[in-house]
């Protein structure tokens, strides 16, 4: 990677430094590519205040975007084409049994990940990749369905909003319960949320089911399992493997040569 990258990366990883306006700022930006906002859904601590169109008044430390497995793929593709893509930060840079965990990059050096999720027979099953320690994550949520997880909501007078649903969001900021938590906790409790889907996407997290088929308890639920990634060995271009596979065979016939020569 470039070096010019490295320093990027490096100034953007600071922890909670950014502030409202400037996730605002890139979530536009990204949402003038088109088709992209037609195929994302916000996560996190920005999702109550976007449903609420007032701003966070606090600092974010990035954008979390998921989306169905299913379009990630040509969402990279769309990230590719705006040059935004960082190689180092995509889980398909490394090797991790071919399974599509996300993707990051930067936005007016704001990190932006987009992670998938997929509907399965079990429930629903989101994965991310952190891009700075490199390590995998992928969890299962029990009996939920595409519209517990994630929801089109309608605003009056504003544009429809794509969150992933504020009862999920609810939840997981109640169980984290790190103090920018507690802020986005308040506002959560103006929404309004469905009951029954939050009770259901309650049971969901009181049986949450990682990666390695072992159920959490509800309290321990947020500790995911993780596993590292490596890196990929670059392929050979195709003029440098003739090579190899003739330097190979000539060191062969030498070595039976003089083999057959002192017999």
């Not at 070096?3 to 953007?12: E, G, P, R």
């Not at 930006?29 to 037609?38: R, S």
């Not at 969402?75 to 049994?97: C, G, H, Q, T, V």
Request: proline share 3%; with cysteine; glycine share 4%.
């Amino acid at each position: 990677m470039a070096q010019a990258v490295m320093d990027k990366i490096d100034l953007a990883y600071k922890g909670d430094v950014f502030s409202y306006n400037q996730l605002i700022g890139a979530l536009k930006k990204l949402y003038d590519i088109k088709g992209f906002e037609t195929m994302v859904y916000v996560s996190g601590g920005l999702a109550p205040y976007l449903y609420l169109n007032v701003p966070s008044n606090r600092l974010h430390e990035d954008l979390d975007l998921v989306c169905d497995k299913f379009d990630i793929e040509t969402l990279r593709e769309m990230i590719k084409k705006a040059k935004l893509y960082i190689p180092e930060w995509d889980s398909l840079f490394y090797e991790n049994n071919s399974e599509d965990y996300g993707f990051s990059f930067l936005v007016d050096g704001v990190p932006v990940g987009i992670f998938p999720y997929e509907k399965i027979i079990d429930g629903i099953k989101q994965n991310s990749f952190d891009p700075f320690t490199k390590e995998v994550k992928s969890k299962l949520y029990p009996g939920l369905n595409k519209s517990d997880y994630i929801t089109i909501y309608k605003r009056d007078k504003e544009d429809d909003v794509r969150l992933m649903s504020l009862e999920v969001v609810t939840i997981s900021k109640y169980l984290s319960n790190r103090n920018k938590d507690r802020i986005d906790f308040a506002y959560l409790a103006k929404c309004n949320l469905d009951r029954e889907k939050f009770d259901r996407v309650k049971n969901a997290f009181a049986s949450l089911k990682n990666d390695l088929g072992k159920y959490n308890s509800i309290k321990v639920l947020t500790m995911a399992m993780k596993s590292p990634v490596k890196l990929k060995q670059k392929k050979q271009g195709g003029f440098a493997s003739v090579v190899t596979i003739i330097s190979s065979v000539f060191l062969i016939v030498v070595v039976l040569t003089i083999y057959m020569f002192n017999r």
